[in-house]
C-alpha cells in the first residue's frame, strides 16, 4: 500500500533529523544540558509543523488502520530507544533509577509540549511553554 510506504519514510527520516539533534548536540551536553533538551524540543517542533497536516490525518489512521497503528508503534518505540540511548550518555549524572519508565515519562512530556505549541492555541508564548518543559525534564533528570 502506498500510504505505508510514505509512512515508512516519513518516519525514518523523521526519525534521522530527531538522531542529528540528540547525537549532534551530545559535544556541549554535558556542560549546557537545558540547552540540549531544548534543542530537541524545537527541532521536534520544527519537524511537526512542517508536516502538521500529515500528522492529523495519521493520528486519525492510527485509530482505524492497524498497518498505521503497528508503525506508530514501532516508531514510538524507537524514539523511547533514543532517549534510553541518552539517558545511557549520562549515566553518572541522571538521578532516575528506571531508564525504559523514564524515557516513557520524558517522551510524553516532550510530546505534550509538542503538541500544545504546534496543534493549540496559546495564551502564553511559546518560549515560556518550552522553557517550562526543559525545566519539567532536566529537574526530572539531574536534580
Same mark, same amino acid.
Request: glycine share 2%; with cysteine.
Given at each position: 500500500?502506498?500510504?505505508?510506504?510514505?509512512?515508512?519514510?516519513?518516519?525514518?527520516?523523521?526519525? $534521522?533529523?530527531? $538522531?542529528?539533534?540528540?547525537?549532534?548536540?551530545?559535544?556541549?551536553?554535558?556542560?549546557?544540558?537545558?540547552?540540549?533538551?531544548?534543542?530537541?524540543?524545537?527541532? %521536534?517542533?520544527? %519537524? @511537526?509543523?512542517?508536516?502538521? /497536516?500529515?500528522?492529523?490525518?495519521?493520528?486519525? %489512521?492510527? @485509530?482505524?488502520?492497524?498497518?498505521?497503528?503497528?508503525?506508530?508503534?514501532?516508531?514510538?518505540?524507537?524514539?523511547?530507544?533514543?532517549?534510553?540511548?541518552?539517558? /545511557?550518555?549520562?549515566? $553518572?549524572?541522571?538521578?532516575?533509577?528506571?531508564?525504559?519508565?523514564?524515557?516513557?515519562?520524558?517522551?510524553?512530556?516532550?510530546?505534550?509540549?509538542?503538541?500544545?505549541?504546534?496543534?493549540?492555541?496559546? /495564551?502564553?508564548?511559546?518560549?515560556?511553554?518550552? &522553557?517550562?518543559?526543559? &525545566?519539567?525534564?532536566?529537574?526530572? %533528570?539531574?536534580?
Amino acid at each position: 500500500m502506498i500510504l505505508l510506504e510514505i509512512l515508512a519514510d516519513y518516519d525514518q527520516s523523521f526519525l $534521522d533529523k530527531i $538522531d542529528k539533534a540528540i547525537q549532534g548536540n551530545m559535544n556541549f551536553s554535558k556542560n549546557d544540558k537545558k540547552l540540549w533538551i531544548k534543542i530537541i524540543i524545537e527541532t %521536534l517542533i520544527e %519537524l @511537526h509543523n512542517e508536516s502538521k /497536516e500529515f500528522i492529523l490525518e495519521l493520528q486519525a %489512521l492510527n @485509530h482505524s488502520m492497524p498497518e498505521v497503528a503497528k508503525i506508530h508503534d514501532i516508531h514510538d518505540l524507537k524514539i523511547k530507544e533514543k532517549i534510553i540511548e541518552s539517558l /545511557e550518555y549520562f549515566k $553518572d549524572e541522571v538521578k532516575i533509577t528506571d531508564l525504559e519508565a523514564s524515557a516513557v515519562i520524558i517522551s510524553d512530556i516532550i510530546s505534550s509540549v509538542v503538541d500544545r505549541i504546534v496543534f493549540n492555541n496559546n /495564551e502564553i508564548s511559546h518560549n515560556r511553554i518550552i &522553557n517550562e518543559g526543559v &525545566n519539567v525534564i532536566y529537574k526530572y %533528570l539531574f536534580c
